[in-house]
């Protein structure tokens, strides 16, 4: 019998995978990690309100989410001065990136982003067709004037950029992103991606402005609410641009019980500085034992270090699976000049103690 | 300032929802619904033991899912006694659909489906530009052989057929399912989704054979199981469509939280089968509340009943709105001539006693 007729589109796709996760990784070596400090993850965990209010809404787990997700979209339009029609809740940013390429990127349509920047956006523009153009990091940030002068020679559609960034852990002032904003070609939406943006200094994040029509704003609780097993994230934009994911989205796709646990993560102020706070000092330690290995470690707005091992992938490699044997996960950034790094999510004492432990052994895979 | 270019095909989109959740209904009431009859969701509620595994999750809801859904799918595969190749994991249903539309379904493809049949399935159809061809229900049941002709004159490359049905309750043997299959048509996917197969009589689902190359099926945690708020389902299927999955899936889209329910709910037998005998009872005594009013229950293989309300839409749609003006949340069909009914879940004892209150208060709305 013959197969399914396949779009053109998906019969070219590749079966490849944005990432593998750790899970997949444990099952491989046999044994779960010590320290998971790889996936940029909130270890410091959810408010304790937010478990709180899961386990209360877990029980409510037979009724549908509100597909307006209502409630929570109000919170978050209190929380940032707009109006609820000015954001939408979806299945993390992920879900969210997925819906704005579709919206936006038919087949051929260009579409700017780094040289090494989230995989996961890339893999939506490939899935829909769209043609990526690439500009490299420079000085191991985004470079916000190349990535518009590309999207003005390409004619782009769609700009991602991040800010803070990952895998690198830079960042740009608001003044700089509000340059980049104000030189946005015509016709082409920005999608800035803000999901470090609790971890950043002041001064990082421009204010919000819904009056611009292409400009997308895009948080999460994944990171520093702690909630990345919850998918919840949000996208914050002029009116009419987030009507339109209403033509796309799966409305009934984000859980209720990740709304319960979002809308109390919101309201917790005090859990979110305490992260904060632990995340700020978990970076100071990590730098400070690469220092001490004589490596280089990144300056970092977001919740992980980005660590210069000195060399090249080779070298990076080696370092990231001598970690990974030692039951620490880490990953590193997929293309070069960046992959000469290994990135390092901040963790609790308990896991920073094991990782003071094992780092001084890389030493053997750096002086090769 | 110019809005973004939104894609031909996006800006073609209505912007209309499949359906308004009742929440919305209630925000406009101004008060919550007593009874909560019209979603088809579980109101038994989840397994114990997947309250119980949701709120150990709640606390490891900082680390992203599985993106593999190992542990599920595998679970899933001996359950279903094929290989967990043959399984992929989804955020309930709805996405499973979205994505195999988008697998499948080009601007201007042909797709079968019954008119009156499941609203999200058409939604996702025509999201991705596909030309809807619709067969009528036939008895107050999908069609199986009309659909195979009409696949077969329009040259479609997916049916949609629900078994049991949705929003009718009605349902077909497996045998006639099974000739359905064997009448494909060659470039034909056929989508099985068997969302109520749970609660049909034995000799309703037929057996699995995974060697079919256009053959999906598809399940979900929402009904029996007790979880559509936590956005668990999955599609059964020959390996190589299964894989094509992974082009286009949100990989980590399915919720930590939800995999840890959706296993335990998976494993508690016990559980299911109390829901399954409660929903049986529930759906007798709604049968008989409305035969005592002059109404005809059909026959039902689902968790609610639709009840012919003895004329057209507009005694429907009366009836529905004197329900829901007593705090009874009910729905009705979309289309005629199904749009005569309306469409109750079943309930706990409490819900089934105010029902029973209600109930004849709409005879005025009947006898008018």
């Known amino acids: 019998m013959t197969g399914p007729r396949y779009t053109e589109l998906a019969a070219g796709l590749p079966a490849t995978v944005p990432f593998v996760g750790p899970e997949a990784?444990?099952?491989?070596?046999?044994?779960?990690?010590?320290?998971?400090?790889?996936?940029?993850?909130?270890?410091?965990?959810?408010?304790?309100?937010a478990v709180e209010a899961m386990a209360r809404a877990a029980a409510d787990g037979w009724m549908y989410g509100d597909p307006e997700n209502h409630d929570l979209r109000h919170a978050l339009a209190d929380h940032l001065g707009v109006a609820p029609g000015n954001v939408v809740v979806g299945e993390g940013i992920d879900g969210?990136?997925?819906?704005?390429?579709?919206?936006?990127?038919?087949?051929?349509?260009?579409?700017?982003?780094?040289?090494?920047?989230?995989?996961?956006?890339?893999?939506?523009v490939t899935g829909f067709g769209g043609v990526l153009h690439t500009v490299p990091y420079r000085d191991d940030a985004e470079d916000p004037e190349a990535l518009i002068a590309k999207a003005a020679e390409v004619d782009a559609k769609l700009i991602y950029f991040a800010n803070p960034d990952n895998p690198m852990g830079s960042w740009h002032t608001a003044a700089t992103v509000q340059r980049m904003i104000d030189a946005l070609p015509d016709g082409c939406v920005l999608c800035l991606d803000e999901a470090y943006g609790e971890f950043a200094?002041?001064?990082?994040?421009?204010?919000?402005?819904?009056?611009?029509?292409?400009?997308?704003?895009?948080?999460?609780?994944?990171?520093?609410?702690?909630?990345?097993?919850?998918?919840?994230?949000?996208?914050?934009a002029e009116e009419a641009l987030v009507r339109s994911f209403d033509k796309v989205r799966n409305h009934f796709g984000v859980n209720r019980v990740g709304q319960a646990a979002a809308l109390a993560a919101l309201l917790d102020h005090d859990w979110l500085a305490h992260v904060v706070a632990e995340t700020s000092a978990a970076r100071t330690r990590i730098a400070g034992m690469a220092e001490a290995m004589g490596l280089t470690p990144l300056p970092s707005a977001t919740n992980f270090v980005t660590i210069d091992c000195g060399a090249d992938v080779e070298r990076a490699r080696g370092c990231l699976e001598s970690l990974g044997a030692a039951g620490i996960f880490v990953r590193m950034p997929f293309v070069a000049p960046q992959n000469r790094c290994i990135r390092v999510s901040v963790g609790r004492k308990q896991e920073l103690d094991l990782l003071e432990v094992e780092l001084p052994k890389i030493a053997t895979t750096i002086n090769n």
Chains 1, 2 share one sequence.
């Open 201 to 236: 200094p002041s001064g990082t994040l421009p204010p919000i402005d819904v009056m611009h029509p292409r400009v997308v704003r895009m948080r999460t609780f994944s990171k520093a609410y702690g909630l990345a097993g919850l998918r919840v994230g949000y996208a914050v």
């Open 25 to 49: 990784q444990e099952r491989a070596r046999g044994r779960a990690f010590s320290a998971r400090l790889g996936a940029n993850e909130s270890i410091f965990g959810p408010s304790p309100r």
């Open 96 to 124: 969210l990136l997925g819906y704005l390429v579709r919206l936006l990127v038919a087949p051929g349509d260009a579409v700017v982003t780094s040289l090494g920047a989230y995989p996961t956006f890339n893999y939506h």
